[in-house]
């Protein structure tokens, strides 16, 4: 099984970035995914999850309204960004696992720096 994540970059605040996660090994439309990042210093955090069967979404409160998780190939659209968003995404995929919680899921990607001006 393996995750891979694309789309990071370095971007002026205000602007936008879309994320993707691609898997193979596994058939991802029969798994629940999120999206985590983590900055130097600070814990990983969930900002986002679907069920991709059920498109069911979780968002943190503090990307609600500018990030949106997408189910086709699972992407993480990022609009609105803030320096405060800078930090490595990671993607990571679970069978049973759901929500915001990072240490329930059993797939992760090696993640995509993000980095807001």
């Known amino acids: 099984v393996q995750l891979v994540e694309s789309g990071g970059g370095s971007v002026q605040a205000g602007g936008s970035l879309r994320l993707s996660c691609a898997a193979s090994?596994?058939?991802?439309?029969?798994?629940?995914v999120g999206w985590f990042r983590q900055a130097p210093g600070k814990e990983r955090e969930g900002i986002a999850a679907?069920?991709?069967?059920v498109g069911i979404t979780y968002y943190d409160d503090s990307v609600k309204d500018r990030f949106t998780i997408q189910d086709n190939t699972v992407y993480l659209q990022m609009n609105g960004l803030k320096p405060e968003d800078s930090a490595m995404y990671y993607c990571?995929?679970?069978?049973?696992?759901?929500?915001?919680?990072?240490?329930?899921?059993?797939?992760w990607g090696q993640g995509t720096q993000v980095t807001v001006s």
């Open positions: 679907i069920c991709t069967g």
């Open positions: 990571a995929a679970d069978r049973y696992n759901l929500g915001l919680a990072w240490r329930g899921y059993s797939y």
């Open positions: 090994g596994l058939r991802i439309s029969r798994y629940n």
